[in-house]
């Protein structure tokens, strides 16, 4: 039986390659991320996973930073039993499986339209689980989420392909929305961000990359209303023994 075909470039190809490295990382005997949606999703889809030079410690290392924000979600919606979830720029990646939060939690996935029109064809619905086809630099569709609960918000892997002036827009749009709570996200320097263009999974998918973050305390400046709490490390010795 024929494969969804896929037909995705830029940016939006980017998504084929995390969701293929948590595949990999998946099928692995002692894997720390177990994500069989994802390994599952890979097998349904009619696409040349190999143009993107994927290998097994990329794989890895997006497991481990898939995982880090996994235990940090499970972590505020257990401090905040009614949360709202935003997964901005979700692509493919099955955090809401993984997570499997508890009812009363009311979690969005958004991305572009195209993408979520896919996430449909592979993934089952399920309740309090909203999917909201819209690029997350749209001021509309935030109209969408409810503003008087706890919210936290994640960003994995999407502020590199933010323009650079609408990424502190996006940031002042969710911290006028929102009643309060949490903005998780990985970013680049600018010396990040040049190594990231050498990347040779990202020179296949011809994306192109533009906000860097030299220092977080710099968005409190640009969005006032911001607090910086904490820098993570995702990428500890136990984390990493399985690499090469």
């Not at 009363?104 to 309090?128: C, M, N, Q, T």
């Not at 650079?164 to 969710?174: A, H, I, K, M």
Request: glycine fraction near 6%.
């Amino acid at each position: 039986m024929a494969g969804e075909r896929v037909n995705l470039s830029g940016a939006r190809e980017t998504l084929l390659m995390t969701l293929y490295g948590k595949a990999l990382e998946s099928r692995l005997p002692h894997s720390l991320l177990g994500d069989r949606f994802a390994d599952e999703a890979v097998r349904k889809i009619d696409y040349d996973f190999s143009r993107l030079k994927v290998d097994t410690n990329l794989g890895i290392g997006l497991a481990i930073r898939a995982k880090t924000y996994d235990v940090r979600v499970q972590d505020f919606i257990a401090r905040n039993p009614g949360a709202i979830v935003l997964h901005l720029g979700c692509g493919l990646d099955t955090r809401i499986f993984r997570v499997d939060p508890p009812e009363g939690v009311e979690w969005f996935d958004v991305d572009f339209p195209d993408v979520i029109a896919l996430r449909r064809k592979l993934y089952p619905s399920r309740d309090h689980y909203h999917l909201v086809g819209s690029s997350v630099t749209d001021p509309d569709w935030l109209a969408e989420v409810p503003s008087n609960r706890p919210a936290v918000v994640v960003m994995e892997g999407l502020t590199p392909y933010l323009p650079v002036e609408e990424g502190p827009r996006l940031l002042s749009r969710l911290v006028a929305h929102l009643a309060g709570g949490e903005l998780m996200f990985d970013a680049y320097s600018h010396f990040g961000l040049k190594m990231l263009r050498l990347n040779p999974t990202i020179r296949a998918t011809g994306a192109e990359v533009h906000w860097a973050i030299d220092d977080p305390q710099v968005l409190e400046r640009a969005v006032p209303k911001l607090r910086f709490v904490d820098d993570i490390s995702a990428y500890s010795a136990e984390r990493t023994a399985h690499m090469s």
